[in-house]
Every structure is written in structure tokens, then in C-alpha cells.
Nanobody
């Protein structure tokens, strides 16, 4: 069993920055792919989850186009913490942000589809980010 706990969400004005953290515990090792996802307000179904980016066991990164150049994923392997640095935030970035872990393919398109099918090996409880204009 892998447990994931997100933190760092909050309210910020457009153009601002936030850093989210995801602490992993349990039977997780460096072979896992880890990623960040979000679900906008009013979108409740798993199919409406959006994969933002992922980091593979070798450090390879993959991002969705809408956050490239603004968001950055990093990972502290010693502490088993995944980070999401978010800059130049926009109102449309408002969402519940989740982290997930999986031992499958780690490109963001595949990981996003796996999350939408609710098939990731592990999923956190989420942290809310609100961006005001």
C-alpha cells in the first residue's frame, strides 16, 4: 500500500506562485512514476481529471501543454516528497490538485488516462488551489 498526502494549497492572486508538496509513504520506491493532476470545480467525475505533469524513475519529466513553462515538477527521493512549483498562476488554474503514483508508463498522456479510469496505484486526497483575478 502506498499513501500520498498533498499539502500547500491556498488562495493566490493571478500572476502569483504556489508550491505544492506530496508526501509518499508505505511500499513506494524510486521505480514508481509520480504525477500531478487537477480537477476543476464542478467537475466531479474521474473522467474529468486532468494530468498536469509526471516524473519518471529516471527523472524524465512530461507536462501538459497548458502548464509548460509555468509549472515545474521535482522530487526529493531521500524524503519521498514530490513537488509542484506553480508560477504565473491564472484563474483557470483553480482546481483541486492531486498527486498520484503508478508503476506503469509515465508519459503524461498515458498517466492522465490511467487516472481518468481510476486505475492509478495510489491517489492522494487533494489540496485546493484558488486563483483570483
Amino acid at each position: 500500500q502506498v499513501q500520498l498526502v498533498e499539502s500547500g494549497g491556498g488562495s493566490v492572486q493571478a500572476g502569483g506562485s504556489l508550491t505544492l508538496s506530496c508526501a509518499a509513504s508505505g511500499n513506494i520506491d524510486r521505480s514508481y512514476c509520480m504525477g500531478w493532476f487537477r480537477q476543476a470545480p464542478g467537475k466531479e467525475h474521474a473522467l474529468e481529471r486532468e494530468g498536469i505533469g509526471s516524473i519518471d524513475s529516471d527523472g524524465s519529466l512530461s507536462y501538459v501543454d497548458s502548464v509548460k513553462g509555468r509549472f515545474a515538477i521535482s522530487k526529493d527521493n531521500a524524503k519521498n516528497i514530490l513537488y509542484l512549483q506553480m508560477n504565473s498562476l491564472k484563474p483557470e488554474d483553480t482546481a483541486m490538485y492531486y498527486c498520484g503514483a503508478d508503476r506503469g508508463l509515465c508519459d503524461i498522456a498515458t498517466l492522465s488516462a490511467t487516472a481518468q479510469l481510476n486505475l492509478l496505484d495510489a491517489w492522494g486526497q487533494g489540496t485546493l488551489v484558488t486563483v483570483s483575478s
